[in-house]
């Protein structure tokens, strides 16, 4: 999911160094899978297979964790939701939660994320609400990858077009590095390493570093359930760890129910969270 519906990134409270860490890491990582991305897809690898139009849904929510699969090519595939958000005695409700994503080529789709309605979001003049800024993106799934893993990479930009009190009135960058990796016929471990400059001030920026990590468990044939750790490590202020459980229920291949509870497990995380959502996928054009 994009920065801006993610509840872990809510008002930010993170160390330089640890920046630094995190820019010089993912820059490591996104060079790795670049490099092992210049090859021709070999289908007898593991992880090397081209999404296919007939294969059910694969989405975002309601992990944090951004999917490592790219939607087939010429589909069109709508993830949306809502939140409610607890944190110091303030109640926050965000919806819809749109994500729209086009799949443009073999391995690519264009990404957009329409504008939340957040309602009571505790700002530094009291509670406020309006809509979010928009996001605009692009993913592209890498490999044949080593070890069967399947690796995308995401870059995203969020545009000011929020109310003044929730935009954060910068043009924010960000990157994202998801995989997965299925560990038997039920099981599948996957996580994210990303990085987020984020607008606080007027021309200041604070670069947070994310990484996550979740089991997946594959309960029937259309349901699954997963668990999963993230945490935030800003420039300024403490770590944000958070403690996060979902499961999603797959009405047909291409429709899917999903409901997911987080719970923070540092001081300056938020104290809890719980979501539900609904996504869909059609074929737009013939490959």
């Known amino acids: 999911m994009p ?39 070999d289908q007898s690898q593991p992880g090397a297979s081209q999404p296919d139009s007939g294969e059910p849904i694969s989405t975002d929510r309601p ?46 789709e264009l990404r957009l994320s329409a504008p939340d309605y957040y309602r009571d979001v505790a700002t530094g003049t009291g509670a406020a609400s309006g809509f979010g800024d928009l996001t605009i993106g692009m993913k592209q799934q890498l490999g044949p990858t080593p070890g069967g893993f399947d690796v995308s990479i995401i870059v995203f930009l969020s545009i000011p077009t929020g109310a003044a009190a929730i935009s954060s009135h910068g043009y924010d960058p960000g990157l994202q590095l998801p995989w997965s990796r299925k560990l038997s016929d039920n099981w599948s471990a996957a996580g994210q390493f990303a990085l987020y400059w984020t607008t606080t001030q007027v021309d200041t920026r604070d670069l947070t570093g994310e990484s996550t990590f979740l089991l997946d468990r594959q309960l029937t044939k259309p349901m699954d359930a997963f ?13 944000r760890h958070l403690l996060h459980f979902g499961a999603a229920y797959k009405i047909t291949p291409r429709q899917q129910l999903d409901i997911h509870y987080g719970i923070g497990l540092s001081s300056a995380a938020i104290d809890h969270f719980i979501g539900i959502g609904y996504s869909f996928r059609f074929q737009v054009t013939r490959r």
């Not at 999963?228 to 770590?239: H, I, K, L, T, V």
Request: hydrophobic share 40%; proline share 8%; glycine share 10%.
């Open 227 to 239: 668990i999963e750790y993230a945490g935030d490590f800003p420039q300024r202020g403490g770590p």
């Open 3 to 41: 920065i801006l519906a993610n509840p872990l990134c809510l008002p930010l409270r993170h160390s330089t160094d640890a920046g630094r860490s995190w820019a010089r890491l993912i820059a490591l990582l996104a060079v790795t899978v670049l490099l092992c991305g210049q090859s021709p897809p």
């Open 63 to 108: 992990a944090i964790a951004e999917s490592s699969v790219v939607v087939p090519n010429g589909s069109f595939q709508a993830e949306s939701g809502f939140l409610i958000t607890s944190d110091q005695g303030q109640r926050t409700f965000d919806a819809p939660e749109t994500s729209m994503r086009f799949g443009v080529a073999s391995n690519t």
